[in-house]
């Protein structure tokens, strides 16, 4: 698995957000981008995850930052996700895994002593001009804000 490093260009996606429009990493030219990839809409994990990244939107505002998450599930479900938790930002549907692969999010996983390809549960920060600023993989759920928003110095 390729990883991400700090100053690599951040890989380019055009993916389908819950409500079905299309995003773009080129949407978020001239301010930061928290970019984070989580397994499955609804499971505890990334449901703690998620609604972290919502309520530090505030916090993440101040310093120009905005967030997307990128699962492989369906725009339709990422949207119940959104309904259920208020989480008011871009949820991105990447079912064939190749953003995820651009990215090194998409690979070996051990689950019970079985080996299987899914999502790294992995965590990046883009600068303004689209440069990977810090990259954090097997992140756990509850240290994605916090390494954000250290590495941006608050």
């Known amino acids: 698995m390729a990883t991400l490093e700090p100053g690599d260009a951040a890989p ?13 990493l080129a949407d978020f030219t001239g301010r930061k981008l928290l970019v984070y990839f989580y397994p499955k809409a609804g499971t505890s ?19 120009g930052t905005a967030a ?3 699962s492989p ?7 119940r996700f ?3 938790h ?3 930002f871009p949820l991105l549907s990447d079912p064939d ?6 990215w090194g999010a998409w690979g070996e996983k051990t689950l019970y002593g079985k080996t299987h390809l899914g999502i790294i549960r992995s965590a ?18 509850a240290d994605t804000v916090a390494n954000v928003l250290d590495a941006l110095g608050r």
């Open 68 to 70: 997307v998450g990128i």
């Open 124 to 141: 990046f920060l883009v600068d303004e001009t689209g440069a990977i600023q810090a990259a954090w993989y097997k992140v756990k759920p």
């Open 97 to 102: 895994h190749a953003v995820a692969k651009a």
């Open 73 to 79: 599930d369906a725009p339709e479900k990422q949207q």
């Open 45 to 63: 994990g990334c449901t703690k995850q998620a609604c972290a990244v919502r309520d530090a939107e505030a916090d993440l505002a101040k310093v």
């Open 82 to 84: 959104d309904d259920a």
């Open 12 to 24: 380019a996606f055009s993916l389908k957000d819950q409500a079905g429009a299309t995003v773009r």
């Open 86 to 88: 208020t989480l008011g």
